[in-house]
């Protein structure tokens, strides 16, 4: 759930602030990009080095640095944070947020994030149980802030009380159903088409035209999207494996022509679809009834084209719908992709490349680009086909 999200944490002047590397290091292993904005108190706890390191990003504290006057924006700080997290968050801050005071970095990208903020108190039980840092937390309760309950247990001052700031886990925890539950509540009732597999194109009843998918990647985005909440319908061609979610609608076919069919029959009451399949883009002219027989001479087939899929569908495609399609290239490849996007009028085209090793064909790893109809490029490096998948249904949520 916390794949490439951007997550800001914000740090105090508390004794908690020792947990946040902790939480740090949580957040990137789950694979979101961290960036943290500092106090001049917190400093005194926690190096802004131990940090950065952990983040992999600079941490910031100033408005400016003034060794060179480069800005800090607080501003482009809340627009890159997809959430923003307080803690350790100490009554002072809490005090500070709840009244709109802007005396830090910290406190003014705040005041100017439009992102969810998630809050963590850390405090001896005396101020927390205060009236007044009641109040103030309600206040940002009522701002739509989120509270991260502090625990109970041993306090720095040796008494022993609520006051706790949470275990850097039960932040963690929280923070991914967060998110787990926005995507769910963007997606309950879409349904989402998807097609997956090679499909195979009779010579005769004992010989076909095919070619290497397994459908590896078409099911992985299936249960993913499945994962997420979609209604899934899977349009499948012949392949050896199924999917991990019960709850897909699957739909098998053999040819060119039944893959088109079905998904002609399926996406006008679709949201979305996608179309990861493999599909021949010749099939013989003739079918034989019977078994060629070798007759120590070559044999020629006349080859026609199949039906185009992709641009069938992005034909009849209505505004409100979803389409996205697989561009898999050899050269001029982000170019190729992009003609593709734009000739079949789609709304998102995901780039495969076969000169990428270890992606592709039979892998259980995949290097995907993603580009989108507003000509955003996103490059993503080798992953397993199963975390590639959730990459793209996180893009299609975006879009929803």
């Given amino acids: 759930m916390l794949e490439n999200k951007n997550i800001l944490i914000g740090v105090t002047g ?46 910031v504290s100033e408005f400016y640095n003034p060794e060179n006057g480069d800005w800090n924006s607080h501003v482009s ?44 108190p850390t405090m001896d039980l005396d101020m927390f149980n205060h009236p007044t840092t009641q109040k103030n937390i309600n206040t940002l309760v009522s701002f739509g802030n989120h509270i991260m309950e502090p625990e109970e247990g041993e306090l720095a001052s040796g008494l022993s009380g609520k006051g706790r700031m949470a275990e850097p886990e039960t932040i963690v925890e929280e923070i991914k159903r967060f998110f787990s539950k926005k995507k769910l509540n963007k997606v309950t009732g879409k349904k989402l088409l998807i097609n997956a597999g090679p499909t195979r194109e009779a010579i005769d009843p004992v010989r076909y035209i095919s070619n290497h998918s397994t459908g590896k990647m078409g099911i992985a985005i299936a249960a993913a999207a499945a994962d997420s ?25 053999v040819s060119a022509k039944e893959m088109t069919e079905q998904c002609l029959k399926k996406f006008p009451e679709s949201d979305v679809a996608i179309l990861a399949a493999a599909v021949a883009d010749f099939t013989p002219s003739d079918y034989r009834n019977q078994k060629i ?36 290239e050899t050269e001029n490849e982000v170019s ?35 580009i989108d109809k507003y000509d955003k490029i996103d490059i993503f490096g080798l992953k397993s086909k199963d ?11 975006s879009m929803i």
């Fill in 14 to 59: 508390g004794i908690a602030a020792y947990k946040t590397a902790n939480i740090i290091r949580l957040f990137v292993k789950e694979g979101a990009n961290v960036k943290v904005v500092m106090t001049e108190h917190a400093k005194k706890f926690i190096t802004p080095l131990t940090l950065a390191t952990l983040s992999k990003n600079p941490v």
């Fill in 77 to 120: 700080l809340g627009l890159w944070s997809d959430l923003f997290l307080i803690a350790p968050a100490t009554a002072n801050t809490i005090a500070k947020m709840a009244n709109g005071i802007a005396d830090n970095l910290l406190l003014t990208t705040y005041l100017s994030a439009k992102c969810p903020v998630f809050v963590a």
């Fill in 229 to 253: 909440g979609f209604d899934v319908t899977l349009i499948v061609g012949p392949v050896n494996i199924v999917p991990k979610n019960s709850s897909i609608k699957i739909i098998n076919v």
């Fill in 293 to 328: 027989k070798s007759n120590g001479k070559g044999l020629s087939l006349n080859l026609i084209p199949t039906a185009d899929i992709a641009g069938s569908l992005g034909k009849i495609k209505k505004e409100s719908q979803i389409l996205v399609g697989f561009a898999l």
């Fill in 336 to 370: 190729n992709a992009k003609k593709k996007l734009l000739k079949k009028n789609l709304d998102l085209i995901i780039l495969n490349s076969l000169n990428d090793e270890e992606a592709g064909f039979g892998f259980d790893t995949n290097k995907i680009t993603i």
């Fill in 387 to 397: 975390q590639v998948a959730k990459d793209i249904i996180d893009k299609v949520v």
